[in-house]
Nanobody, 116 residues
Framework: VQLVESGGGSVHAGGSLRLSCKVS????????IGWFPQVPGKEREGVSD????????YYVDSVKGRFTISRDNAKNTLYLQMNSLKPEDTAVYYC??????????WGQGTQVTVSS
């Protein structure tokens, strides 16, 4: 099982980025999968996730209307479209599966830096 994030970078406030999480060893549509940013000294906190079968999505209030989570089953990839970025969005973004279980699966993370 492997999750590999990409798409991070440095942008000015108001800019956009699209993060990708290519998964292998399982099907991206199988079960919930989500995005968890982490800043130094703090725990990872989920900002968005998508349930199995795309029946529901979750967004933390601070990103509602700005971020969109989606997945491409043919490419076995999860995405996070991030628009109207703010300096407080700066973090290392991890994608994760089974984050609440005894065997969570995490990627290596991708850095997002938003300057004012």
């Amino acid at each position: 099982v492997q999750l590999v994030e990409s798409g991070g970078g440095s942008v000015h406030a108001g800019g956009s980025l699209r993060l990708s999480c290519k998964v292998s060893g399982f099907t991206v549509s199988d079960g919930a999968i989500g995005w968890f940013p982490q800043v130094p000294g703090k725990e990872r906190e989920g900002v968005s996730d998508i349930a199995s079968g795309d029946v529901s999505t979750y967004y933390v209030d601070s990103v509602k209307g700005r971020f969109t989570i989606s997945r491409d089953n043919a490419k076995n990839t999860l995405y996070l479209q991030m628009n109207s970025l703010k300096p407080e969005d700066t973090a290392v973004y991890y994608c994760a599966k089974d984050w609440g279980s005894v065997a969570p699966r995490w990627g290596q993370g991708t850095q997002v830096t938003v300057s004012s």
